[in-house]
């Protein structure tokens, strides 16, 4: 038997304060399972959304989207899970299932992916979400719930594209931010093997970063970058909001790659990109192929997030901690 109703927390209208919501629990389609929540991760895509950056949210809007918990029923088409397993999920619930993207694996794409996320009908800050089971994830026995719930998001999102050219002889790699995604990036890529330069404003995070598996750290001063030019091989962005972009364009090789995982404002002459030849390159979410390995790639290295846990009563003190910049490096709400 379902709960008798939903309790979360939700954003009335655009921008506001998260309050106390009740709702009923939705209904499930033959390939849905309900999840109890045990831990949410708080990501700067649920301030997003609570703001309609996208243009796209509906309010009321229960945020979380860095899910992990308990199956606690099934629709009648589920046979890959039960009641009782142990379950991540992110921010794809579900998908078409018929567009070009999705019958080629890359459901990530998915053209009506607007309308796929686990916002839809409400998040994770709440008692229990619904998605689609093959958008649920089983966990490594002893991999800890407030690790699991970071991977489901930020693991995923830095781990696809380093994975991608993981195999290629060029091996210099320029991390740009060492937040919440960058610190977790800086992890993956150590134990890919890349030769990783972390990139802060803050030269305070020096010491961190080469205890994530730095192997340098550079200020993202135009002075300094200079003394990095041409050094990498690619150059990946964790981090969101306003950069002087030329210098770090000049750290990339010739013929290399930016790659962006967060959403930085992009502004740039396209001198040097054009006569350099670099490749912008961007990765969004991941396929399910890139989720189960992430997941079994962190528990045999070793990832470890970063997490303050706090209990999901403090929703709006941990939203107001990232909007702060505050975090460090990634908040997980405990039910």
Same mark, same amino acid.
């Given at each position: 038997m379902p709960e008798p109703e939903v309790h979360g927390y939700a954003a009335r209208s655009i921008g506001q304060s998260l309050e106390p919501f009740t709702y009923p629990p939705p209904e499930l389609g033959e390939q849905d399972i309900r999840v109890s929540v045990t831990h949410c991760g708080v /990501?700067? !895509?649920? $301030?997003? @959304? *609570?703001?309609?950056?996208?243009?796209? !949210? &509906?309010?009321?809007?229960v945020p979380g989207h860095e899910i992990v918990g308990h199956v +606690? %029923?099934?629709?009648? #088409?589920? +046979?890959?899970?039960? =009641?009782?397993?142990?379950? #991540?999920?992110?921010?794809? %619930?579900? +998908? /078409?299932?018929? /567009?070009?993207? /999705?019958?080629?694996g890359r459901e990530q794409l998915c053209m009506d992916i607007a309308d796929c996320g686990v916002y839809t009908p409400h998040g994770g800050f709440a008692s229990s979400v619904v998605a689609d089971h093959r958008f649920a994830y089983p966990l490594p026995d002893a991999m800890p719930a407030e690790l699991a719930a970071v991977l489901m998001c930020a693991g995923v999102t830095v781990y696809s594209p380093l994975r991608a050219f993981a195999g290629a002889s @060029?091996? &210099?790699?320029? *991390?740009? #931010?060492?937040?919440?995604?960058?610190?977790?990036?800086?992890?993956?890529?150590? @134990?890919?093997?890349y030769e990783v330069t972390a990139i802060s404003s803050t030269a305070e995070k020096q010491a961190q970063a080469l205890a994530f598996g730095a192997d340098h750290f550079l200020v993202s001063e135009p002075s300094t970058l200079k003394q990095a030019n041409y050094r990498f091989d690619m150059l990946l962005c964790t981090a969101p909001g306003k950069f002087e972009w030329d210098p770090l364009l000049m750290t990339v090789k010739k013929a290399g790659k930016l790659v962006l995982v967060g959403f930085p404002d992009v502004a740039f002459n396209s001198t040097d990109l054009v006569a350099h030849e670099l490749s $912008?390159? !961007?990765?969004?979410?991941? !396929?399910h192929a890139d989720m189960r390995?992430?997941? +079994?790639? %962190?528990? &045999?290295?070793? $990832?470890? %997030?970063?997490? =303050?846990?706090?209990?999901?009563?403090?929703?709006?003190e941990a939203l107001q901690r990232l909007r702060d910049n505050k975090a460090r490096y990634r908040i997980v709400l405990a039910n």
């Open positions: /990501c700067h !895509t649920d $301030i997003q @959304a *609570i703001d309609d950056y996208y243009g796209i !949210t &509906s309010y009321p809007l +606690s %029923a099934v629709g009648r #088409g589920v +046979s890959a899970l039960k =009641e009782g397993d142990r379950v #991540g999920i992110g921010w794809q %619930a579900r +998908s /078409c299932g018929h /567009c070009e993207w /999705c019958l080629n @060029a091996r &210099s790699l320029g *991390i740009v #931010g060492v937040g919440g995604l960058g610190h977790l990036a800086i992890q993956f890529a150590h @134990a890919f093997g $912008i390159m !961007t990765s969004f979410l991941g !396929t390995d992430m997941l +079994s790639f %962190a528990q &045999s290295h070793n $990832i470890k %997030a970063a997490v =303050e846990l706090m209990p999901m009563t403090q929703v709006n």
